[in-house]
């Protein structure tokens, strides 16, 4: 498999450590966002949202979406898991995943932050504070969240599909320097993701692209 992503990339990262946490081999493919290479071919032509991850598959066929790309290593290499077997406690899980892939990263995302600076015209400082708002936001519900389903990770005490998306975002928040203080959930389990090879070694700090 080749797994074309961008190092800063969170949605691309959520990647990495779902791959790194089923153990599976792969091909590093740099799309430099901030240089604009996601405009040009041939990553253009086969990616035609022009984002960040894509996945090409050993008989190459393109997938796109990063939790669309972690249901299906989770359905073609069952173990370990990354969604619970119980439906219930599936749902919880791509519930969780969703508050940070659904409703902070899309308002948060590179394109969304030069729209407001380049096209709007908005001051750094107004488009930081956009930032921070939205974060806090939704970490306020992922934290309420994980008082009920954490135990080692966001769900339990083995990592999941809910963690490989929080790691990312609290990477990301600490970029823009957002207050954190008021997630200690949130922060705990970070922490413990860390701790893990299959987070440390996808860092963004640690990737071939790191700049």
Same mark, same amino acid.
């Given at each position: ?77 069952? *173990?370990? #898991? +990354?969604?619970?077997?119980?439906? &219930?406690? %599936?749902?919880?899980?791509?519930? =969780? $995943? ?28 107004t488009v930081d ?47 823009? *320097?957002? #207050? +954190?203080?008021?997630?200690?959930? &949130?922060? %705990?389990?970070?922490?413990?993701? =860390? $701790? ?12 071939p692209d790191a700049?």
């Amino acid at each position: 498999m080749k797994l074309y992503n961008y190092f800063r990339s969170s949605a691309s990262w959520r990647v990495r450590i779902g791959l790194a946490l089923k153990g599976l081999d792969y091909d590093y493919a740099s799309i430099h966002l901030q240089k604009n290479e996601q405009f040009a071919e041939p990553f253009a032509n086969q990616q035609v949202s022009h984002l960040v991850p894509a996945l090409v598959l050993d008989d190459g066929r393109w997938l796109s979406q990063s939790m669309a790309i972690l249901e299906y290593l989770d359905e073609t290499h069952p *173990e370990p #898991p +990354l969604l619970p077997r119980d439906p &219930v406690a %599936r749902a919880t899980v791509r519930a =969780l $995943a969703q508050d940070i892939g659904c409703d902070i990263h899309p308002i948060n995302n590179l394109r969304v932050l030069r729209y407001l600076k380049n096209d709007l015209a908005l001051e750094q400082e107004t488009v930081d504070r956009w930032y921070r708002h939205w974060v806090a936001t939704g970490l306020a519900i992922v934290e309420q969240r994980l008082q009920h389903t954490a135990g080692t990770f966001c769900f339990g005490d083995a990592p999941g599909m809910a963690d490989c998306l929080l790691v990312p975002q609290v990477y990301n928040a600490q970029r823009f *320097e957002c #207050p +954190l203080d008021a997630y200690p959930t &949130v922060m %705990r389990v970070n922490a413990a993701c =860390l $701790a893990l090879p299959a987070f440390a070694n996808t860092h963004p700090g640690v990737c071939p692209d790191a700049a």
